[in-house]
Every structure is written in structure tokens, then in C-alpha cells.
């Protein structure tokens, strides 16, 4: 049985095939809602504070409109904390999402105190990345990013403190994030392998396209649907082979959506301006 996968880099992808009989299943989406809200939050958040350092808005205007953004996404993204990989973590990414609308009553002593309470959050949840070892608590800890990283930034500037630094550690710890759901892309013909000695010329099969991040080295068989995005289409095949499959792309960009990876590409976006 002929076996050839291929991982993305880019939208431009050309898979390779997997030839097997029988059915497999479509991947389906984990959360989307969940993603799509955080990755809102993220880009606004991050945006408003970029506004606050460019002299577009005061600190404290920025400050009022986060608040907004969390009022509007607060129980899906207290739900998704629930999912974090260790109680402390949960615990400090709760603490300072529920307090965060009270900052602007916070004496100058204590905004500074809650401002390394809120940046030892964000170095917790990036230090988790290393020693969790699946997909999944992956996902979660970047998600769990997108949302106390910009409460962090505008904590430390209403301390006056810096935010380089934690503003540099946000976009190293995201673009790992970006580069980690990278989708691997795999196609199945509906076609059993002898198809191919009576059809060598290309023809259209049935197929199912399939895109979806790695799985950990430790956990090669861990059942998730993070990043999952699949379809079951006809394409133009050569001897186990797709040779003309036009929605690579889209495929592609589901799975980004579907991920963390959708949450650190909001991020970078304002980050990195």
C-alpha cells in the first residue's frame, strides 16, 4: 500500500495520497465559537493597545474599550479556561480577566502589583507549552494567551512599566503557536489500489481531503479534532495520486481557523505593527 503524506507551509499546497480502501470519516471542527471570539478579542485588544502607544488613545481609553471586548466575550472564554491545563494557570487567567474591569479604581501601588501578578500569568501559561504533550492543551494554553496577554500590556502601562519586553515574549510565544498548527494535509482516493493498474491514465475519483495540525511525538494517536477541516470531493488522480485538487487552500485556511493558530495570527497582526 502505497503511503505519502505532505505537511503545509503554505496556502499553496500540493498533497500527496494515502491509498487505502473502504470509508474514513470527514475531521470535524473543535469549538469554533470559542476560537472565533478569542481570536476577536485578541485583534481588537492588541489593537487598542497599539493605539494607546501610538498617541491614538489614552491608556485609559484603551483600558475602557478592552473591558468592553471582554464584557461581550467573557462566558465563552471563561468557559475555555475551564479546559487549561493546570489549576494554577486556570486560576490566574480567571483571577485577572474578572478583575481587569475594576483597574481604573486601582491605586497606583496597586495596579503595579497586579501588573507582575497579570505578567507571571503570561509567562505560566508560555512555560506550560513545553511540558504539556498533547495537541489539545496546546491549543488551549494559546488560546488562553490571546487573552490575558493585552490584559497584561495594558496593566503594565497603566503601572507605568515597560512592555517591551512582555511585549516581545507575546510575539515569540505566538509565532511558535502559528508555526505548531501548521496544518499536515493528507488525501484518501474511495478507490482500492488495483484501481490504479486498470486506470494508469489520470482520472476523477472520489476522494477525502483532509487538513489538520501534527500530533505530538508523545501522543501519535491522540484522538482530538483540534484544527480539523475535511471534505470528500472529486479530483483528479494519478496512480495514487492527486494531481489537480484546486481547494488545498481553503482546506488549509479552515484548519488555521479551526486552531490557536487563528488566535496567534490576530495577535501578530496588531503585535507586530
Sequence with gaps: MRRRLLKTVTAAVLATAVVVP??????????????????????????YFNSSEDGGMTIEEATSRIIVEIGNTRNTIIAHLDGLATAEARACAEHHLLEFADIEEFSLSLKQRWAQDVTSCVTLINSLWSAVSTVSAKNQLGIALGTVG??????????????????????AAFERIEQRFTPYC???????????????????????????PSREPGNPWEETSVGASGVYELGLWHWGAPVNYANWPTLVEQSKERSAA???????????G
Design 22 to 47: 473502504g470509508a474514513a470519516r470527514p475531521a470535524q471542527a473543535t469549538d469554533p465559537a470559542t476560537i472565533i471570539a478569542v481570536a476577536q478579542f485578541a485583534l481588537q485588544a492588541y489593537s
Design 150 to 171: 493585552p490584559i497584561a500590556l495594558v496593566a503594565r502601562a497603566q503601572a507605568r512599566f515597560s512592555t517591551t519586553e512582555l511585549k516581545n515574549l507575546l510575539i
Design 186 to 212: 493528507t488525501a484518501v482516493p474511495n478507490v482500492p489500489e488495483e484501481y490504479w493498474q486498470s486506470n494508469p491514465d489520470p482520472s476523477w475519483v472520489y476522494a477525502w481531503y483532509s487538513c489538520a
Design 262 to 272: 487563528s488566535v496567534a495570527r490576530a495577535a501578530l497582526s496588531q503585535l507586530r
